[in-house]
């Protein structure tokens, strides 16, 4: 015989319903949506309009916010800070309740911004979307020299497979809010402006010669992993 769980508090008792009373899939919806057969137990819906399931990925917890126009603004990156901060369940957390497993905002790159950066810091103007590329560099903090060791490192590397290292730029960062354990191994990061060299030239403003997006794409790729083995420092580069 089964036994319904009951739960009691001051004034009411309270029955919660047996495995076998809960809607099942057959009334949730489930079924409801055409299932793609080729899934695991049909769990993804069948690619229809302009969804397609093979770009599902798996996350704990993800927000999407995007202008329906396509049109950049400030308040998009503002909207998913507070996403953001929104979801304090994000990951596991240390013993000192303040360090968490990481947790990020991911953009397209804001070409406006970069732009006037690398003009002001670099002294160098960036080319048009797609034509260069930047990612984030980890260096170990308050240490110059290996910091110009590894820059310079990553310069020869990219000379080698027809890229140009166009400049760095400090990314500031505010750790008033993290915890000891994180506090004390926060590193440095850096932004490398990256350019085709056959198509920017050598100058300080892109000459416009020829440029292959899949080739450039490529060697960003072999620079990302040759860098990532040569000096222990975790790097991502993109064009988009």
Same mark, same amino acid.
């Given at each position: 015989?089964?036994?319904? &769980? $009951? ?17 099942? $899939?057959?009334?949730?919806? *489930? ?15 069948? =690619? ?8 599902? #990925?798996?996350?704990? %917890? ?6 329906? #126009? %396509? ?10 800070? +507070? ?30 911004? *970069? #732009? ?25 903090? =308050?240490? &110059? ?21 166009? %400049? ?11 915890? &000891? ?9 850096? +932004? ?11 100058? =300080?403003?892109?000459? =416009? ?15 990302? #992993?040759?860098?990532?083995? $040569?000096? *222990? ?6 064009? +988009?």
């Amino acid at each position: 015989m089964a036994i319904s &769980p $009951t739960l009691f508090d001051d004034h009411h008792t309270i029955s919660l319903p047996l495995a076998s009373e809960e809607t099942s $899939t057959a009334d949730n919806g *489930f079924h409801a949506v055409e299932r793609d057969p080729n899934s695991w137990a049909g769990s993804l819906p069948a =690619n229809q309009g302009l969804y397609t399931n093979e770009n599902e #990925k798996d996350a704990c %917890g993800v927000g999407f916010i995007c202008h329906i #126009k %396509g049109e950049q603004s400030h308040k998009i990156v503002s909207d998913a800070r +507070q996403l953001l901060c929104a979801m304090t369940h994000r990951g596991a957390t240390g013993a000192d309740s303040r360090d968490g497993d990481g947790a990020g905002v991911m953009t397209g790159i804001p070409h406006l911004f *970069f #732009k006037r950066e690398a003009e002001r810091d670099i002294g160098c103007i960036l080319p048009t979307p797609g034509e260069y590329a930047v990612g984030n560099v980890f260096f170990k903090a =308050n240490d &110059p020299i290996q910091l110009q060791s590894h820059q310079s490192v990553f310069a020869s590397i990219a000379s080698h497979l027809g890229l140009r290292v166009l %400049g760095w730029r400090e990314v500031p960062t505010d750790g008033t809010i993290l915890g &000891p354990a994180a506090s004390s191994k926060e590193p440095a990061i850096y +932004q490398p402006f990256i350019v085709l060299r056959d198509n920017y030239g050598d100058g =300080n403003a892109s000459q =416009n010669g020829p440029f292959d997006a899949k080739q450039f794409e490529r060697q960003l790729y072999v620079l990302r #992993k040759h860098v990532t083995h $040569t000096m *222990f420092v975790t790097s991502n580069l993109s064009s +988009q």
